[in-house]
């Protein structure tokens, strides 16, 4: 178990105060076996976010197999709508009731030397997002408008957040994107983000910044072809030069903020797929041809920066 830092311990009992207070946990008088710990992540306000460690106890948990959907698709069946409406879950986890079988699992030791156990499911839990998406899914089969919606919350007696909540946008941010009746863009913050990052810095950094960056990937067009000199550089023959990674991280980052609506393709229209490659890339861009005006409106579909091996069957 991680012990706690004896400068956040006053705070970690506030923490436990409010989780009994709420009914999310619960003391245990017997003997029973610690399975989590807590470890403290400061909030960029110097608030402390309390994150229970669920590492052991999951390192043991077979995975639940449900998926996300990949976030071209969810975007894609988003974008083009009118309006928008957004919901958030109060402390959504919580919401959820553990089996009593399960509260064994899920217990904790504070500053005092006390255990508690969960009766409610804990955040960090690897089977608790899968069974929270599933519900979403039941949702999502009557979700007609947003009066379906509602009466179903309410017959889970799920409690929203009203404060995070809204009703009725003609815009929404999601997932680091703005979408509209236009289609989706990145976040000008979130692209505004990336230009402050300094890459010059270690070879580690600039492959989690260049992660960072290749989440854009799919709005940037010729992204494979921009971004092949700063992967070039990850390669472990590689030398790491701060001077020579300045100008291509400026290139794709210009094209995200220039980057225009992606849509859903309109099937009533001339499709055309447009690729490209070279030595180290390849490309496909979709092309919307509209008549009259023949007007070309390409769009990125897929690019990948490739390997040695790959080279050989391309």
């Not at 999310?24 to 076996?33: A, G, Q, S």
Request: hydrophobic share 35%; net charge positive.
């Amino acid at each position: 178990m991680i012990p706690t830092p004896e400068k956040y311990k006053d705070n970690l009992r506030e923490h436990i105060k409010s989780l009994l207070a709420q009914k999310v946990i619960r003391k245990e008088e017997n003997t029973i076996t610690v399975t989590t710990s807590w470890i403290p992540v400061p909030k960029k306000s110097g608030a402390i976010r309390w994150c229970l460690d669920c590492r052991p106890r999951n390192s043991v948990t077979l995975e639940t197999n449900l998926s996300l959907p990949p976030l071209t698709s969810v975007l894609a069946k988003m974008s083009g709508c009118k309006f928008f409406s957004s919901y958030d879950m109060t402390s959504c986890f919580y919401q959820f009731c553990l089996h009593p079988s399960n509260y064994k699992h899920y217990t904790f030791m504070s500053p005092d030397n006390d255990v508690y156990y969960y009766v409610r499911a804990p955040f960090g839990g690897r089977t608790t997002t899968p069974f929270y998406k599933r519900c979403f899914q039941i949702f999502e089969e009557h979700l007609k408008d947003v009066k379906n919606l509602l009466n179903r919350l309410s017959e889970f007696n799920i409690v929203l957040n009203a404060s995070k909540c809204s009703f009725g946008q003609t815009t929404i941010d999601l997932f680091g994107f703005i979408l509209s009746e236009k289609g989706y863009i990145p976040m000008k913050s979130r692209v505004e983000k990336l230009e402050k990052i300094d890459i010059r810095t270690t070879k580690s950094e600039l492959k989690l910044n260049l992660a960072a960056l290749a989440y854009y990937r799919g709005i940037i067009k010729t992204f494979a072809q921009k971004a092949a000199p700063l992967f070039a550089r990850l390669k472990e023959s590689a030398k790491f030069d701060a001077t020579a990674v300045q100008r291509p991280w400026k290139e794709p980052l210009k094209a995200a903020a220039k980057a225009s609506f992606l849509t859903k393709p309109d099937l009533n229209l001339k499709l055309i797929l447009k690729t490209d490659s070279s030595k180290n890339w390849e490309s496909i861009d979709r092309a919307e041809i509209a008549e009259p005006t023949f007007e070309d409106n390409s769009y990125p579909l897929a690019g990948a920066i490739t390997n040695d091996r790959q080279k050989a069957y391309t």
